[in-house]
């Protein structure tokens, strides 16, 4: 029930293109749902987020959609660039509980 | 912007010695966590803080493992005993009231 499941394990898409990073949950209790962005050798670091009040948050090229009674969110990124390629973790917890972390999704994006 | 840091960078130990691991969460925060990442691997839940005592642990985080917060400012993880499988990226974080959490850059431990 604590568990975060992202897909998928790898994407490859051209610049330009959509990236599109999805995540189910279980816990009904989580209320707030981050996603991280990782270069090698660094930490992860915040993105976006969102709360389940919202359906849908938008960041410059980078939205987060959320569907409550699905329970699942996801992360979309516009006009993908070479930059943004990195590994995307999604999260979940709720306040002051430990984040729990999908399995992460490698992205890479083709000049 | 406030960040939260960690020392070493990069800490090399033989199998069966000790290492600890030190972290500066970000001032005002309440909640502190560790985290590992085994290379190529998800981030793993090890253990989170609050109010000076640890307020959940995973199964990761067994008798091996210990943490303290000794002055107020410093957050440090302890391994006893290391063993080749502990070898990782050992991440800190704190969080906020509003929820956010800041990771630190990351210590990377490999036993020999």
């Given at each position: 029930q604590q568990q975060v499941k992202q897909s998928p394990q790898s994407l490859i898409v051209q610049k330009g293109g959509i990236s599109i990073i999805n995540c189910a949950y279980e816990n009904t209790a989580f209320d707030y749902f981050p996603w991280y962005q990782q270069f090698p050798g660094k930490g992860p670091a915040l993105l976006i987020a969102i709360r389940p009040d919202v359906s849908e948050k938008k960041e410059g090229r980078f939205t987060i959609s959320f569907n409550k009674s699905a329970k699942q969110f996801s992360l979309h990124i516009m006009d993908s660039q070479p930059g943004d390629s990195a590994t995307y973790f999604c999260a979940a917890n709720n306040q002051g509980g430990k984040l729990i972390f999908g399995q992460g999704t490698e992205l890479s994006v083709k000049p | 912007e406030p960040e939260v840091t960690q020392t070493p960078s990069h800490q090399v130990t033989q199998m069966g010695q000790e290492v600890i691991l030190r972290c500066v969460p970000i001032s005002n925060h309440l909640y502190f966590y560790w985290y590992r990442q085994i290379l190529g691997q998800k981030v793993e839940f090890l253990v989170s803080f609050y109010n000076n005592e640890i307020s959940e642990k995973s199964e990761i985080f067994d008798d091996q493992f210990s943490v303290e917060?000794?002055?107020?400012?410093n957050f440090t993880l302890k391994i006893r005993s290391t063993k080749l499988e502990d070898s990782a990226m050992y991440f800190c974080a704190s969080l906020g009231l509003a929820g956010v959490g800041y990771f630190g850059p990351g210590t990377r431990l490999t036993v020999t």
């Amino acid at each position: 029930q604590q568990q975060v499941k992202q897909s998928p394990q790898s994407l490859i898409v051209q610049k330009g293109g959509i990236s599109i990073i999805n995540c189910a949950y279980e816990n009904t209790a989580f209320d707030y749902f981050p996603w991280y962005q990782q270069f090698p050798g660094k930490g992860p670091a915040l993105l976006i987020a969102i709360r389940p009040d919202v359906s849908e948050k938008k960041e410059g090229r980078f939205t987060i959609s959320f569907n409550k009674s699905a329970k699942q969110f996801s992360l979309h990124i516009m006009d993908s660039q070479p930059g943004d390629s990195a590994t995307y973790f999604c999260a979940a917890n709720n306040q002051g509980g430990k984040l729990i972390f999908g399995q992460g999704t490698e992205l890479s994006v083709k000049p | 912007e406030p960040e939260v840091t960690q020392t070493p960078s990069h800490q090399v130990t033989q199998m069966g010695q000790e290492v600890i691991l030190r972290c500066v969460p970000i001032s005002n925060h309440l909640y502190f966590y560790w985290y590992r990442q085994i290379l190529g691997q998800k981030v793993e839940f090890l253990v989170s803080f609050y109010n000076n005592e640890i307020s959940e642990k995973s199964e990761i985080f067994d008798d091996q493992f210990s943490v303290e917060r000794p002055d107020g400012s410093n957050f440090t993880l302890k391994i006893r005993s290391t063993k080749l499988e502990d070898s990782a990226m050992y991440f800190c974080a704190s969080l906020g009231l509003a929820g956010v959490g800041y990771f630190g850059p990351g210590t990377r431990l490999t036993v020999t």
